[in-house]
C-alpha cells in the first residue's frame, strides 16, 4: 500500500537549521513585486533596508529545507511528479525579525483520503536560538493517485466570502520575469522557469510559483487593509486554485470581518480564481 496512515501519521521529519538577513528578505519582496513605485516609501519598507519590514509571508521561504525529508516517511511512498501544493497555512507567533538563524523540525500532523488522492499535511515549527517559537506552517500537499486507502476526507474548506460586495479590491501587476526572480528565493521547480519541462507537464509556458502568488495577495492585504502594519497578522491560510502566468495580473477582494480578513484572488485577464478559502487572522 503507497499510503499507510499508521505508519506515516505522526512522523519526524529530520530537523533543519536556516538564516536570513536583510538582503534575503529584500530578495523575497522583489521577487513578490515589491518596490513599485520604487521612490514610494511604503514599497522602500520592503526593498530598502533602512526602515525595512519582513511579510508574514515569508515565514515559507526558511523552512524548505525540512521539507525534504518528506521524501523518507515510512508508509507514504509516491511520485514525486504527482505532488501538488493544495494549501498553506502560515501561524505568527511573533512579528518576522529581519534577520535571524532558526531550527525547524516537522511532523506529519494529519492524513486524508480524498478518492483519487492523499493530502498529506506537514505542520514545521521554527524557533529561534534561544528556543522561542517564532513561526509554525502546515503545508498541505495533494498526492495524486495516492487516495483510495479508506481515510477520513478531511474538513471542508472554510474561509467563505459573506454576501457583499468586498471591502478592497487590489490589481497586483506581475512581471513577465516574476518567477525567475522568484525562484532565487529557493523554489527551483523548473515548471517556472524551463519552457519545455513545463510543455510537458501540459502547460503553454512556465507558471508563476503557488507560494509567489500567496505572498502577493498577502502584500495586497497588508497595504489595503493594514496600512501596511506586518505585526497585525496572527496567521495567514490559502487553498491554491488555478495557475497563472508571469505577466498576468492578480486581483484580490478582501472582506473585513472582525478579527479576520476573508480573502479571494483571481487572474483579472482570464477571470480564472487563483487562490481561495484565504483569511488574515489579526491579532488582538
Known amino acids: 500500500m503507497p499510503v499507510d496512515p499508521k505508519q506515516a501519521l505522526g512522523y519526524e521529519l529530520p530537523p533543519a537549521s536556516a538564516s536570513w538577513d536583510a538582503d534575503r528578505v529584500i530578495l523575497y519582496h522583489l521577487g513578490?513585486?515589491?518596490?513599485?513605485?520604487?521612490?514610494?516609501?511604503?514599497?522602500?519598507?520592503?526593498?530598502?533596508?533602512?526602515?525595512?519590514?519582513?511579510?508574514?509571508?515569508?515565514?515559507?521561504?526558511?523552512?524548505?529545507?525540512?521539507?525534504?525529508?518528506?521524501?523518507g516517511v515510512p508508509g507514504l511512498s509516491?511520485?514525486?511528479?504527482?505532488?501538488?501544493?493544495?494549501?498553506?497555512?502560515?501561524?505568527?507567533?511573533?512579528?518576522?525579525?529581519?534577520?535571524?538563524?532558526?531550527?525547524?523540525?516537522?511532523?506529519?500532523?494529519?492524513?486524508?483520503?480524498?478518492g483519487k488522492?492523499?493530502?498529506?499535511?506537514?505542520e514545521?515549527?521554527?524557533?529561534?536560538?534561544?528556543?522561542?517559537?517564532?513561526?509554525?506552517?502546515?503545508?498541505?500537499v495533494f498526492l495524486r493517485g495516492e487516495g483510495g486507502f479508506g481515510g477520513e476526507p478531511g474538513p471542508p474548506p472554510g474561509n467563505l466570502p459573506p454576501d457583499r460586495p468586498p471591502d478592497h479590491r487590489v490589481e497586483?501587476?506581475?512581471?513577465?520575469?516574476?518567477?525567475?526572480?522568484?525562484?532565487l528565493s529557493g523554489d527551483k521547480n523548473p515548471l517556472h522557469a524551463d519552457p519545455e519541462f513545463a510543455k510537458m507537464a501540459g502547460f503553454e509556458r512556465p507558471?508563476?510559483?503557488?507560494?509567489?502568488?500567496?505572498?502577493?495577495?498577502?502584500?495586497?492585504?497588508v497595504d489595503a487593509a493594514l496600512g501596511g502594519d506586518v505585526s497585525r497578522v496572527?496567521?495567514?491560510?490559502?487553498?491554491?486554485r488555478g495557475v497563472l502566468f508571469p505577466g498576468e495580473t492578480i486581483a484580490t477582494s478582501l472582506w473585513e470581518e472582525?478579527?479576520?480578513?476573508?480573502?479571494?484572488?483571481?487572474?483579472?485577464?482570464?477571470?480564472?480564481?487563483?487562490?481561495?478559502?484565504a483569511a488574515i487572522t489579526l491579532r488582538s
Not at 476573508?262 to 487562490?275: F, K, L, N, Q
Request: glycine fraction near 8%.
Open 258 to 277: 472582525g478579527d479576520r480578513i476573508v480573502i479571494e484572488a483571481s487572474c483579472a485577464e482570464r477571470g480564472t480564481p487563483v487562490v481561495s478559502n
Open 117 to 122: 488522492a492523499a493530502v498529506v499535511v506537514l
Open 207 to 221: 507558471i508563476l510559483h503557488g507560494l509567489c502568488s500567496y505572498g502577493i495577495v498577502c502584500k495586497a492585504v
Open 172 to 183: 497586483s501587476q506581475t512581471l513577465p520575469q516574476q518567477a525567475l526572480l522568484y525562484r
Open 78 to 114: 509516491f511520485n514525486l511528479a504527482m505532488l501538488l501544493h493544495g494549501e498553506q497555512e502560515v501561524i505568527l507567533h511573533r512579528a518576522i525579525p529581519t534577520e535571524a538563524r532558526i531550527e525547524s523540525r516537522g511532523r506529519v500532523a494529519a492524513i486524508y483520503d480524498k
Open 32 to 71: 513578490i513585486g515589491a518596490g513599485n513605485p520604487p521612490t514610494d516609501p511604503r514599497e522602500l519598507r520592503y526593498a530598502y533596508e533602512k526602515d525595512l519590514v519582513v511579510l508574514p509571508s515569508f515565514a515559507v521561504i526558511p523552512v524548505f529545507p525540512a521539507l525534504a525529508g518528506i521524501a
Open 234 to 240: 496572527a496567521g495567514y491560510q490559502a487553498r491554491f
Open 124 to 140: 514545521v515549527d521554527s524557533r529561534d536560538e534561544s528556543g522561542s517559537l517564532m513561526f509554525t506552517n502546515r503545508f498541505s
